[in-house]
């Protein structure tokens, strides 16, 4: 290391054994540069008296005599305001100690041996350049040295405020792109997995909306440090934004990522969090990618494959984990062709995009719109959506789905057959029953609109319920074959309320329409096989709620049944 490429200058080591400390200042001397300079100090009151009289640009401290007494000299000198990075050496490691030292502001740990003694300078020269933000030292892969231990650390105290997020003490989202840069080059480098968990706090909006931001950032520090506690020394953490969370996992393939989101899962489920001196409980949706064992050619695919197979375990009902390589939208792709003009889905995709971009909620008129010009080609269809759309919501609260939650389900259900855009009039105006390749055809507008609306930031979750809401309980649905629990809440919902209101009023086109009684005996008699048994219960009460099912006549003890039935298999 040549004296150009190091700002360190000054050095205090605390120690009690003299030989260490010479060790110490000829392995600098000789790592570093001539120049450096190592001050010695054999106890804590001789080391704060030094760093009074003089400025030092790292402090190492040797916990050998009294394994606390280092952490509590580092609290000592931060009470004092003094600021600069701290190593921590010890002759074991601890798991314990470690963590206990990373609490209290230390930059890193160093157990004693000659592997370390031999990168020490590198080590040393990594916690200062991340400790003032000032740039890191390359190594042959063109990155920083990584401190081995302390990547997801939340530092107490003075930190790189460049890396830091400064709620959680976790490093930021810019950071993280730049450490996946780094893990991910050296993983195909040296031919090694690593993987990678996205982690969402659920129902975190409403978390806020009751008891106030400041109780969301409490929940938020403390699910910070409840990830540091349960993942290794070695992982990256950081905020990825809002209250999502991201865990790089070096070395670590699918089997051992998806053990650790297991025990988060667990964990955040079992644990109570006090807020205003009540305790509320939370849970986590969790997503899993992991390099080579998905097909990641870019970089950036290890968080974006994580990222989409969180949105799954969203869309399914939040307190899961979903692993990117069993999402079954990943065989999309390998679905037959039909004769659509790409420009027509770009077309939908920008005109909901520009009426969207500027809030969340803005885009619902424009959806209404899009899908009034959709249902203005078919009176038989007409007001099919926003029947669609408010017994969805319904059905979700009535579920306990959150208020956020059951409004992604009001809004997917408005959207649910805007892939019927892109399918040919004379299929979707025929006057006649569909021949089976029509069929084929028209099946396809559950993905064309989740392709339409998978592009769409914050529409994901919405594009997911309306990809899925064709699928049957049983398997026998389509286009993934989905079955049970898998296939997304919200599908599932609009898999009701779209069958009920087609045999209401649309489907006038192909037989009769029927009355509530005897659309719900329908429901009811495919309920376990087409449809979700709890959720067909929670339509009905919705319908009776809302004065639309009066007779006392309908199978309710069939339903009753199949309930049953249900509940005892699961």
């Given at each position: 290391?040549?004296?150009?490429?190091?700002e360190?200058?000054?050095?205090l080591?605390?120690?009690?054994?003299e030989?260490?400390?010479?060790?110490?200042?000829?392995?600098?001397?000789?790592?570093?540069?001539?120049?450096?300079?190592v001050?010695?100090?054999?106890?804590?009151?001789?080391?704060?008296?030094?760093?009074?009289?003089?400025?030092?640009?790292?402090?190492?401290?040797?916990s050998?005599?009294?394994p606390?007494?280092?952490?509590?000299?580092?609290?000592?000198?931060?009470?004092?305001?003094?600021?600069?990075?701290?190593?921590?050496?010890?002759?074991?490691?601890?798991?314990?100690?470690?963590?206990?030292?990373?609490?209290?502001?230390v930059?890193?740990?160093?157990?004693k041996?000659?592997?370390?003694?031999?990168?020490?300078?590198?080590?040393l020269?990594?916690?200062y350049?991340?400790f003032?933000?000032?740039?890191?030292a390359?190594?042959?892969?063109?990155?920083?040295?990584?401190?081995?231990?302390?990547?997801?650390?939340?530092?107490?105290?003075a930190?790189a405020?460049?890396?830091?997020?400064?709620l959680?003490?976790?490093?930021?989202?810019?950071y993280?792109?730049?450490?996946?840069?780094?893990?991910?080059?050296?993983?195909?480098?040296y031919?090694?997995?690593?993987?990678?968990?996205?982690?969402d706090?659920?129902?975190f909006?409403?978390?806020?909306e009751?008891?106030?931001?400041?109780?969301?950032?409490?929940?938020?520090?403390?699910?910070?440090q409840m990830?540091?506690?349960?993942c290794?020394?070695?992982?990256?953490?950081?905020?990825?934004?809002?209250e999502?969370?991201?865990?790089?996992?070096?070395?670590?393939?699918?089997?051992?990522?998806?053990?650790?989101?297991?025990?988060l899962r667990?964990?955040?489920?079992?644990?109570?969090?006090?807020?205003e001196?009540?305790?509320?409980?939370?849970?986590?949706?969790?997503?899993?990618s992991?390099?080579?064992?998905?097909?990641?050619?870019?970089?950036?695919?290890?968080?974006?494959?994580?990222?989409?197979?969180?949105?799954?375990?969203?869309a399914?009902?939040?307190?899961r984990?979903?692993?990117?390589r069993?999402?079954?939208?990943?065989h999309?792709?390998?679905?037959?062709?039909?004769?659509?003009?790409?420009e027509?889905?770009?077309?939908?995709?920008?005109?909901?995009?520009?009426?969207?971009?500027t809030a969340?909620?803005?885009?619902?008129?424009?959806?209404?719109t899009?899908?009034?010009?959709?249902?203005?080609?078919?009176?038989?269809?007409?007001?099919?959506?926003a029947?669609?759309?408010?017994?969805?919501?319904?059905v979700?609260?009535?579920?306990?789905?959150?208020?956020?939650?059951a409004?992604?389900?009001q809004?997917?259900?408005?959207?649910?057959?805007?892939?019927?855009?892109?399918?040919?009039?004379?299929?979707l105006?025929?006057?006649?029953?569909?021949?089976f390749?029509?069929f084929?055809?028209?099946?396809?507008?559950?993905?064309?609109?989740?392709k339409?609306?998978?592009p769409?930031?914050?529409?994901?979750?919405e594009?997911?319920?309306?990809?899925?809401?064709?699928?049957?309980?049983?398997?026998?649905g389509?286009?993934?074959?989905?079955?049970?629990d898998?296939?997304?809440l919200g599908?599932?919902?609009?898999s009701?309320?779209?069958?009920y209101?087609?045999?209401?009023?649309?489907?006038?086109?192909?037989?009769?329409?029927?009355?509530a009684?005897?659309?719900?005996?329908?429901?009811?008699a495919?309920?376990?096989?087409?449809f979700?048994?709890?959720?067909?219960?929670?339509?009905?009460?919705?319908?009776?709620?809302?004065g639309?099912?009066?007779?006392?006549?309908?199978?309710?003890?069939?339903?009753?049944?199949?309930?049953?039935?249900?509940?005892?298999s699961?």
């Amino acid at each position: 290391m040549s004296t150009g490429q190091s700002e360190i200058r000054q050095i205090l080591f605390v120690n009690q054994d003299e030989g260490e400390y010479i060790r110490i200042q000829k392995d600098l001397a000789r790592q570093l540069s001539p120049s450096v300079r190592v001050d010695h100090a054999r106890d804590a009151e001789e080391a704060l008296h030094k760093l009074v009289q003089k400025s030092y640009d790292l402090l190492i401290i040797d916990s050998a005599v009294d394994p606390s007494s280092g952490i509590r000299f580092v609290d000592e000198v931060r009470r004092r305001r003094i600021s600069m990075p701290f190593v921590l050496m010890t002759p074991v490691w601890d798991d314990q100690l470690v963590r206990e030292a990373i609490k209290a502001g230390v930059a890193d740990v160093l157990v004693k041996s000659e592997e370390e003694y031999g990168r020490l300078a590198g080590k040393l020269l990594d916690c200062y350049h991340k400790f003032y933000g000032i740039g890191h030292a390359a190594d042959d892969t063109g990155s920083a040295p990584e401190s081995d231990g302390l990547a997801g650390a939340p530092a107490a105290g003075a930190g790189a405020p460049s890396i830091k997020d400064e709620l959680t003490g976790l490093y930021n989202h810019s950071y993280l792109h730049e450490r996946v840069v780094r893990e991910f080059s050296r993983a195909t480098r040296y031919h090694y997995p690593v993987s990678c968990l996205m982690v969402d706090i659920d129902h975190f909006k409403d978390i806020n909306e009751e008891h106030g931001y400041g109780a969301g950032d409490k929940l938020l520090k403390e699910s910070a440090q409840m990830l540091f506690a349960q993942c290794r020394l070695g992982d990256l953490i950081a905020r990825y934004g809002g209250e999502e969370f991201c865990v790089i996992l070096p070395h670590i393939d699918y089997i051992g990522a998806l053990d650790l989101a297991r025990r988060l899962r667990t964990v955040f489920a079992k644990s109570s969090f006090v807020i205003e001196g009540r305790e509320i409980n939370v849970t986590v949706s969790i997503g899993i990618s992991c390099f080579p064992e998905d097909p990641i050619k870019r970089r950036g695919d290890l968080l974006s494959f994580a990222t989409n197979a969180l949105s799954q375990s969203k869309a399914a009902g939040r307190n899961r984990v979903t692993l990117y390589r069993e999402m079954t939208p990943l065989h999309l792709d390998d679905m037959p062709e039909i004769k659509i003009s790409q420009e027509k889905i770009s077309e939908f995709q920008r005109r909901i995009s520009e009426s969207a971009e500027t809030a969340r909620r803005s885009y619902v008129e424009a959806s209404i719109t899009l899908i009034k010009v959709l249902e203005s080609k078919d009176s038989f269809t007409a007001g099919h959506a926003a029947r669609c759309s408010k017994y969805a919501r319904e059905v979700a609260l009535t579920l306990g789905m959150g208020v956020d939650d059951a409004e992604v389900v009001q809004h997917a259900a408005l959207l649910h057959d805007i892939g019927k855009i892109c399918i040919p009039d004379e299929i979707l105006l025929k006057p006649s029953r569909l021949t089976f390749s029509e069929f084929e055809t028209m099946k396809q507008h559950s993905y064309l609109g989740y392709k339409i609306l998978k592009p769409i930031k914050f529409l994901r979750e919405e594009a997911q319920y309306v990809l899925h809401h064709h699928e049957w309980f049983n398997g026998e649905g389509y286009p993934c074959h989905l079955k049970g629990d898998d296939i997304p809440l919200g599908s599932r919902i609009i898999s009701v309320t779209d069958s009920y209101d087609t045999m209401r009023t649309a489907g006038a086109r192909y037989k009769d329409t029927c009355g509530a009684e005897m659309a719900v005996n329908e429901l009811i008699a495919c309920a376990g096989t087409q449809f979700d048994p709890e959720v067909v219960k929670a339509f009905v009460e919705v319908l009776k709620t809302r004065g639309e099912l009066i007779s006392p006549t309908y199978h309710a003890d069939r339903l009753d049944k199949i309930l049953r039935e249900h509940r005892q298999s699961l």
